[in-house]
């Protein structure tokens, strides 16, 4: 499973002209789920990504957690794109929808987080909260 995760003052996720879901401050996590990726690969991502460290504390310093601020978590099956061999890429590393999308949703839960609408083609709107950009992988 891989996440890649910004820090944001505000995100949304649109299908078509209507948006379906938005948030303030806090982490966009665009989630990519591997063939062979398990509900145990699915809780430590979501683990992972609530203990975070990547806001400021009173001092200035990344080192605060996820908290109370909201999540916005989109799947993103082309976090696993191979491009070893030429330049189209191979998703026969992602896992399969009806494998992807429970554990998806279990992030999702798991992380209290809005979510995108698995398999659609999203438009996704981010205003980052500095350059703060991480790659997980789990």
């Known amino acids: 499973m891989k996440a890649v995760v910004q820090r944001v003052s505000a995100a ?3 299908v078509g002209d209507e948006e379906i879901s938005r948030i303030g401050p ?3 996590v ?9 509900e145990r690969e699915a809780e430590k991502m979501a683990s992972k990504l609530r203990r ?3 806001f400021a504390d009173r001092e200035g310093r ?3 957690p996820l908290g ?3 999540a916005l978590c989109v799947s993103q099956f082309t976090l696993y794109g191979d491009t070893s061999k030429g330049n189209r890429p191979s998703w026969i590393g992602a896992a399969p929808g009806d494998i992807a999308e429970p554990l998806y949703e279990l992030v ?3 992380l209290d987080a809005k979510a995108g609408r698995f398999g659609a083609d999203m438009r996704v709107d981010m205003n980052g909260d500095g ?5 997980i992988e789990v």
Do not use: F, H, K, Y
């Not at 665009?30 to 398990?38: I, P």
């Not at 350059?131 to 790659?135: G, I, N």
């Open 30 to 38: 665009l989630l990519g789920v591997a063939a062979g990726d398990t």
């Open 26 to 28: 806090g982490m966009l």
């Open 52 to 54: 975070l460290r990547i």
């Open 12 to 14: 949304a996720v649109s």
């Open 68 to 70: 109370d601020r909201e």
């Open 108 to 110: 999702c839960r798991l």
């Open 62 to 64: 990344m080192n605060e």
């Open 131 to 135: 350059p703060v950009t991480v790659l």
